[in-house]
């Protein structure tokens, strides 16, 4: 099991351009979670996904950020023309149950700059 | 709010010694508190959880405990190594709409210094 897989690892953009982050939840797993983390900061909450649905957002700035998880392949989330306070490492992360009690596996991280 | 307090947000011990990170969280209906480890780079792993039944959860140096009339959970670490350095997180179910999600403390940098 590779557990789950995001790329790139690192993704350099320019102001006014689109970001896209993948990943690819661990097997089994049918939820999957973004989050972000700013420079020493904790991780906050962006979006819910299951597949083909967006059950929570609350979390994702409502302009230029979206977020899909399609009935195959991976989940993208999206970041339309980038400024710099974009720049943060997104985090997915998986779990099989939406319940109380489980916990999430994450991936290592897209870590986005933009110059 | 659905909120998730950790305290401290650094802590620096020298090898040997124990370290005490301490976590509160406001929804009493959260019933699973998992603790992650993420170092430099990396993503945040899971390290030790507690379900509400329990209220303490050992693994070899990593203990959790959890007092859900106070609403408070902490981890404890002994025989600290410098392998330990890492930033530490907590977090707490919030459940909202049939499903729930998970809101983490902001974190505690732990330095173990040799």
């Known amino acids: 099991n590779a557990g789950v897989m995001q790329n790139p690892r690192h993704l350099v953009r320019r102001r006014g351009q689109e970001a896209r982050l993948r990943c690819s939840p661990m097997k089994g797993h049918s939820h999957v979670y973004w989050y972000r983390q700013l420079p020493e900061e904790g991780l906050k909450f962006m979006v819910y996904l299951q597949k083909e649905n967006i059950i929570d957002e609350s979390g994702m700035p409502k302009e230029r950020f979206s977020a899909e998880f399609p009935k195959e392949g991976p989940s993208i989330l999206r970041i339309q023309q980038v400024v710099r306070g974009d720049s943060a490492a997104y985090f997915c992360a998986s779990s099989p149950y939406p319940t109380r009690e489980y916990g999430y596996t994450f991936g290592s991280g897209t870590r986005l700059t933009v110059v | 709010g659905e909120n998730v307090e950790q305290h401290p947000s650094t802590l620096s011990v020298q090898e040997g010694d124990s370290a005490v990170i301490k976590c509160t969280y406001s929804d009493s209906a959260s019933n699973y508190f998992p603790w992650y480890k993420q170092e430099l780079g990396k993503g945040p792993q899971l390290i030790i959880d507690i379900r509400s039944n329990v209220g303490e959860k050992k693994d070899q140096r990593i203990a959790v405990t959890l007092n859900k009339t106070a609403k408070h959970f902490s981890l404890h670490i002994t025989e600290t190594q410098p392998e330990d350095s890492a930033v530490y997180f907590c977090?707490?179910?919030?459940?909202?709409?049939?499903?729930?999600?998970?809101?983490f403390g902001a974190g505690t940098r732990l330095a173990v210094h040799p």
């Open positions: 977090a707490a179910p919030i459940f909202s709409g049939g499903y729930n999600k998970l809101i």
